[in-house]
């Protein structure tokens, strides 16, 4: 009798302890604030940056995308279930893994309804020129949601640092334009644009100051690029990035006309890591590795 009194009153104090753990945590998220229940044990991730931020976290998804385009990242993929893909996530999938939160974003963030109805579901889409400070708040949130803010907090340091060393790298080197090739086609971006947020967060000046006002945001030509004349390219690749077969930036841009641009002369032409910029960008390890990118080319010029 005294043996079971024992055992219920452990029993009793177990569940006590977890009711005083467990807790509502409200968020921000790319819908406004949510209420999610931690701690969160397990996690199904749609969104690529949210996939690079947890793993810089040390957290391991239980259910991922079919592919997550970055190398990087594979080695999640053992002992993960695949959920559909980060456009269509897979409801039976979802159902039978039954995780604590959900994770939708970007591509996947028209899905969150459905979702919603299998697990709790957060959109933390990000966009827009502030995409830095998004992905800061990400790695805060995170950090809270799975109990890890000491991480979080490193990894903010690390990022900040590599952004300070890109900045510096830039400094008075000159103008840039951001061109993403897709096979033959060449688009132009500049400030306020989707990948604005590199002209923002490196203080980088632009070759020309309102690329859609230009453009109509239609495709460029090569004359475009030569009477722009920017002193750097930054090049972004998609069909890299998303593992098409189609014609990679270096040819497409190879011609008579863009040859004759001061970065091409210079030999100032960036190819930026294409998953890392387009697919997972906001990511924190995606981010690092794009500054990085930045920082080594921009430092070698003189």
Request: glycine fraction near 8%; hydrophobic fraction near 50%; charge should be negative.
């Amino acid at each position: 009798m005294k043996i079971r009194l024992k055992f219920l009153a452990l029993v009793a104090a177990l569940l006590a302890a977890g009711s005083v753990f467990a807790a509502e945590l409200e968020i921000g998220t790319a819908a406004g604030p949510k209420t999610v229940k931690t701690p969160v044990e397990t996690v199904a991730v749609f969104d690529i940056a949210a996939v690079d931020t947890l793993d810089k976290l040390g957290v391991k998804p239980v259910g991922l995308p079919s592919n997550l385009y970055l190398k990087a990242l594979s080695h999640l993929k053992d002992g993960a279930t695949v959920v559909g893909d980060i456009f269509e996530p897979d409801l039976e999938a979802l159902s039978a893994l039954a995780p604590d939160l959900i994770i939708l974003g970007g591509r996947s963030s028209t899905k969150v309804d459905a979702t919603t109805q299998v697990a709790p579901t957060i959109d933390m889409t990000m966009d827009g020129d502030d995409l830095l400070e998004q992905a800061r708040e990400r790695l805060s949130t995170y950090g809270r949601l799975f109990g890890k803010e000491t991480e979080a907090e490193a990894a903010i340091k690390e990022l900040n640092a590599a952004v300070d060393k890109a900045r510096t790298a830039v400094a008075g080197k000159g103008k840039a334009l951001i061109v993403m090739t897709n096979g033959p086609k060449v688009t132009a971006y500049g400030p306020g644009s989707r990948f604005g947020w590199l002209h923002r967060s490196l203080d980088l000046p632009a070759a020309i100051s309102d690329v859609q006002a230009a453009t109509h945001g239609e495709a460029v030509s090569f004359e475009f690029i030569r009477e722009v004349n920017p002193d750097w390219l930054i090049v972004l690749d998609r069909a890299a990035a998303i593992g098409s077969n189609d014609q990679n930036a270096k040819i497409t841009l190879d011609n008579e006309l863009v040859a004759q641009t001061v970065a091409w002369q210079k030999g100032q032409v960036v190819y930026l890591p294409s998953g890392d910029f387009y697919i997972a960008a906001g990511g924190a390890q995606a981010m690092m590795r794009v500054y990085a990118a930045i920082t080594e080319a921009f430092a070698a010029a003189k």
